[in-house]
């Protein structure tokens, strides 16, 4: 087995990372994963939150707001709505984050209230973590 896997991560705005990665964190909606070399094939929708990725014995985090994660044996891709290094993560960013997931809550159908609601839950989570 690799020791190593391909890891890239894209939203709508840009490629934030393609490197080879030892390990990817991936805050899924059926709670938190960790990907490796030759992972058993699996596709994910991703709640807010950061992603990990260990390289070189180091990690680098990065917040998404949701999107999509696909594992592979050979890697991981990440397709996110909204995606920043931690390092450019403020309070106003998710501030505005949290903002956007209410407004969306309170116009989500019957039938997606319940995931709307557990998204604003997810982002408040991350004005706690961020020490707002």
Excluded: W
Excluded at 62 to 84: C, D, H, K, P, R
Excluded at 93 to 107: M, S, T
Aim: aromatic share 4%.
């Amino acid at each position: 087995m690799a020791d190593t896997m391909q890891f890239d991560l894209v939203s709508p705005e840009r490629r934030l990372a393609s490197m080879q990665a030892e390990s990817v964190g991936i805050p899924g909606t059926e709670g938190e994963m960790v990907a490796m070399p030759g992972h058993v094939p699996v596709v994910s929708t991703l709640r807010p939150g950061y992603v990990s990725v260990v390289v070189g014995g180091e990690t680098t985090e990065y917040l998404v707001t949701g999107g999509f994660a696909e594992i592979s044996a050979e890697g991981v891709s990440v397709l996110a709505e909204n995606a920043l290094p931690k390092s450019e993560v403020t309070k106003e960013v998710l501030e505005e984050f949290h903002r956007i997931a209410e407004e969306d809550a309170k116009d989500a159908a019957d039938h997606h209230k319940a995931a709307a609601a557990r998204r604003v839950g997810d982002h408040h989570d991350l004005l706690i973590r961020h020490g707002t």
